[in-house]
């Protein structure tokens, strides 16, 4: 599974850098939760959440229906 996530995750991974940003896997529990860290310029953004529910879960689930939630680690 982890290799799944890592793969949807380099798909949404150029916008992010374009922004100046990155994300890092950090864990995919048993359980569906996807656990990541923001990197670069989202690592202090004010709209790192909106980013992160909005963006990086919305497209995880799409792609991977069975991830329950992303959650920052």
């Given at each position: 599974?982890?290799?799944?996530?890592?793969?949807?995750?380099?798909?949404?991974?150029?916008?992010?850098?374009?922004?100046?940003?990155?994300?890092?896997?950090?864990?995919?529990?048993?359980?569906?939760?996807?656990?990541?860290?923001?990197?670069?310029?989202?690592?202090?953004?004010?709209?790192?959440?909106?980013?992160?529910?909005?963006?990086?879960?919305?497209?995880?689930?799409?792609?991977?229906?069975?991830?329950?939630?992303v959650e920052?680690?």
């Amino acid at each position: 599974m982890k290799e799944k996530v890592q793969a949807v995750l380099d798909k949404v991974r150029p916008s992010l850098q374009a922004d100046g940003g990155d994300v890092e896997l950090v864990e995919v529990t048993d359980d569906g939760v996807v656990r990541v860290q923001l990197q670069g310029a989202c690592k202090g953004c004010p709209m790192s959440q909106v980013t992160l529910r909005d963006g990086i879960e919305k497209f995880l689930k799409k792609e991977l229906p069975e991830i329950k939630a992303v959650e920052p680690a």
